[in-house]
């Protein structure tokens, strides 16, 4: 934004203090992100830069945090680091535990969401669609519906599922309420279970499969599939010839947001997961809650560059998206 | 051909009308055949157990099942009898039935939700239930001189269906009093509307302070060159990618007694050693913590409302003599209204039902509504309170919502 040649000198020193404050604004954006990563190396057990860390001395800094991360919940943290040492981390160390639950809860999670939500956004994104903009409302409801509320449903569901139903007696004439349970009947129940956990994440990262997918294909040139049909291709081929590479990076972003959803989530975890469901951000919340250590600092450092990495690839599929469209990039 | 009323017909002789309302109901079902997978499963998911949550809030059936006896002296007997040697029979009756089934600690609990120091009462008595003799009246009174107060015969009566609005009064810091009018709880007792107003007080201010965050760099991302604000976004959209959890940590560490802030501060001698400003565990906690983290959600919306504004609105209320504080006033913030809408509805939703981070830096005074609704879910254990809470939050965000498409439009929300 280049200032006008017409502008007084108090425009000038006000547009010169815009940027200052333009600045601030970005660096209480970015700087508590950023912050982590350094203070992750401190060879001591505090939070803050210490004066060898702030003179760049090699001694103020250390891989201690990161190497606890491995030993944490191992049995054997002091034996040599041979073969059975890393099958030692491998199955017992808990950062290593929770990340391979969140890494297996979000992957079934996202295939779920993205499956369900593409198929979805195409019959959204058609004209025909009754209903549209309700079923939209209660489709997108899972990111608006505070966490907390969803979570206490699906607590009283998954642990008891089943429905409340009228009753009616004649003698005496009684209305009342009876309630049909799948626990009491067959047994089943989803809490405490990998199936009820990537349910309930797959819920929560529709919306975003949804709101990706329908962005990608507004625009989408209706004339194409009709083009595809009129050549000989039938619908099956239609879609994954035609269809597909178009909105391809839409799906794809969609399911990139709905994998970060399941992997950053703690609340429903919390509800309805057990012990053995424990994921990466649940670990974070007992860490943070108990015994806060630097620890997490250096879980929070590779969940930084992490973001970083996912980042750069939606940034990458949003402008390949743009191109294929033919939009030109805002 | 001269017949123009005759109906226009498909190559095969149907008419045209039909075959074309017959297409399109094709197309139709088509559509909705694509969607209703997911809608099944978000209504398995998710529709269903909310329901199922908020039907919790209007019926407990705990005392009902522990105390048919009395549940049917209270169906014969209208409000405003006399409590006879009838109602107290059975009310033994059913003591005894708690002290062999050992409900009496659930059914006390259920009692205790609407009259606080009742449960005992309960346990106490189903104790000692067997050694129950006739006349049952003075034998319970000899226990205890409580079972004989109007109110808990009234809490009971309220109790005794299962279907109740006990909750909701609960949940507004309402009750009852002897004659069953709805009165407010005592002063001291009045935790919820109060929790209610700050969590919108506090959702408002952080709403405010995110506007006027978002307000400058969404202005600066949309008037500078694309590859340049493009570069600058990264610094909105990574927040927005980075976990939670990670980002409440961070705050922490900046914040704390012994963090990041206070120490520049004292170092540059702002702040004295002994003045160390407390910023975690308290509402500035909360309200720090989440602005930064709604912040994108605001910012968002604005740039996409800001970038197609065209500067030569702008430089034309100038060449016409406005001053540029008039311009940006005048001409200028009218066009951005859109977006602050968005992006004020959107920050202010996400706001109200806030819970972890809250509850990880909040201490006692930064907590709102969704933590107390997490508190009797996992600690007091009151789940129908619980219910009833976040029927009454989910009430404020769903009107919010409704307001955002109204507003804005939900095709209109974006992601990065």
């Known amino acids: 934004m280049a200032l006008p040649i017409y502008a007084s000198p108090l425009e000038r020193v006000w547009h010169y203090t815009y940027l200052v404050i333009c600045g601030l604004i970005f660096l209480f954006l970015i700087a508590p992100i950023l912050i982590v990563i350094p203070l992750s190396f401190n060879a001591e057990p505090y939070f803050t830069f210490t004066e060898k860390m702030l003179a760049f001395d090699p001694e ?14 191992m049995q054997n943290p002091d034996a040599p680091r041979d073969a059975s040492w ?153 879609f994954f010839r035609v269809i597909m590479p178009l909105i391809l990076p839409g799906v794809v972003s969609g399911a990139l947001f709905a994998f970060v959803t399941s992997f950053d989530e703690v609340v429903a975890v919390l509800f309805i997961a057990d012990y053995e469901q424990q994921t990466i951000p649940r670990q974070m919340w007992n860490g943070i809650r108990e015994q806060i250590s630097p620890q997490i600092l250096a879980v929070a450092t590779i969940l930084v560059i992490i973001s970083i990495a996912l980042l750069a690839t939606v940034e990458l599929l949003r402008r390949r998206s743009e191109r294929l469209r033919g939009v030109t990039p805002r | 051909m001269t017949d123009t009323t005759a109906l226009l017909t498909t190559a095969d002789g149907k008419p045209l009308k039909s075959a074309l309302a017959k297409s399109q109901g094709r197309a139709r079902r088509r559509a909705f055949l694509l969607v209703a997978p997911l809608f099944f499963f978000v209504l398995l998911t998710f529709i269903i157990p909310i329901g199922q949550m908020l039907f919790q809030s209007v019926y407990n059936p705990t005392f009902t099942q522990a105390a048919p006896n009395l549940v049917r002296w209270f169906d014969e007997n209208p409000a405003g009898s006399q409590i006879d040697e009838a109602a107290f029979a059975a009310l033994a009756a059913d003591l005894k039935q708690m002290k062999t089934d050992k409900t009496a600690g659930s059914a006390g609990t259920r009692i205790n939700y609407d009259m606080p120091g009742t449960r005992s009462l309960f346990t106490a008595a189903a104790r000692k239930a067997d050694k ?13 001189k409580t079972w004989g107060d109007p109110m808990l015969w009234r809490v009971m009566r309220s109790a005794a269906s299962a279907l109740t609005a006990d909750f909701y009064l609960a949940a507004l810091d309402l009750t009852r009093d002897d004659t069953g009018a709805i009165i407010s709880v005592a002063q001291d007792r009045q935790v919820y509307v109060t929790l209610f107003a700050r969590t919108f007080l506090l959702s ?13 760099i969404a202005h600066l991302l949309a008037t500078l060159p694309l590859a340049r604000s493009n570069l600058l976004m990264i610094l909105v959209l990574l927040p927005f990618w980075t976990s939670l959890l990670v980002r409440t940590t961070s705050w922490m560490v900046l914040l704390q007694g012994q963090g990041v802030v206070n120490n520049v501060l004292v170092s540059l001698g702002i702040l004295g050693e002994d003045g160390r400003i407390q910023m975690m565990y308290n509402q500035t906690g909360t309200i720090i913590a989440m602005t930064h983290i709604l912040l994108p959600f605001m910012v968002l ?27 940006f006033r005048r001409v200028y913030l009218p066009q951005t209204l859109p977006g602050i809408g968005a992006g004020a509805l959107l920050v202010f939703i996400l706001a109200v ?64």
């Not at chain 1, 979570?151 to 008891?160: E, H, I, K, R, V």
């Not at chain 1, 809490?191 to 349910?199: E, T, W």
Request: glycine share 8%; aromatic share 12%; charged share 10%.
């Open chain 1, 60 to 73: 103020g800094y250390s891989m201690r945090w990161y190497d606890s991360l491995l030993t944490f919940g």
């Open chain 1, 86 to 238: 890393w099958r030692d981390v491998w199955h017992n160390t808990t950062w290593v535990q929770v990340t391979k639950n969140s890494v297996i809860i979000g992957v079934f999670a996202t295939i779920v969401a993205t499956v369900l939500g593409t198929l979805a956004a195409l019959g959204l994104s058609r004209p025909e669609m009754p209903y549209r903009r309700t079923i939209m409302a209660v489709l997108i409801s899972p990111m608006i519906v505070p966490i907390i509320i969803s979570a206490t449903g699906m607590f009283f569901f998954f642990s008891n599922p089943g429905f409340p139903y009228p009753t009616i007696s004649f003698s005496p004439f009684e209305i009342g309420i009876g309630h049909f349970s799948l626990r009491e009947e067959y047994g089943f129940k989803l809490a405490n279970s990998y199936p009820g956990i990537i349910l309930a994440h797959a819920v929560l990262g529709i919306p975003f499969v949804i709101i990706t997918v329908t962005a990608t294909l507004v625009g989408f040139d209706q004339s194409l599939t009709r083009a595809a049909a009129s050549l000989g291709a039938n619908p099956r081929t239609t």
């Open chain 2, 132 to 144: 129950l003799e006739p006349p049952y009246r003075e034998a319970l009174l000899e226990i205890d």
């Open chain 2, 204 to 216: 408002g201010l952080i709403t405010g302070l995110c506007l006027v965050l978002a307000f400058p």
């Open chain 2, 301 to 327: 919306p604005l740039y996409s409302v800001m970038r197609p504004i065209p500067p030569s609105y702008v430089r034309a209320a100038r060449s016409l003599g406005a001053s540029s504080w008039t311009a």
């Open chain 2, 353 to 416: 039902g806030y819970y972890i981070t809250p509850a990880l830096v909040g201490g006692a005074d930064g907590q709102l509504i969704s933590n107390l609704i997490a508190f009797h879910m996992q600690k007091s254990l009151n789940w129908s309170l619980a219910a009833a809470l976040a029927g009454l939050l989910l009430a404020a965000v769903l009107a919010l919502y409704w307001l955002y498409d109204r507003v804005v439009g939900i095709d209109n929300l974006k992601l990065g």
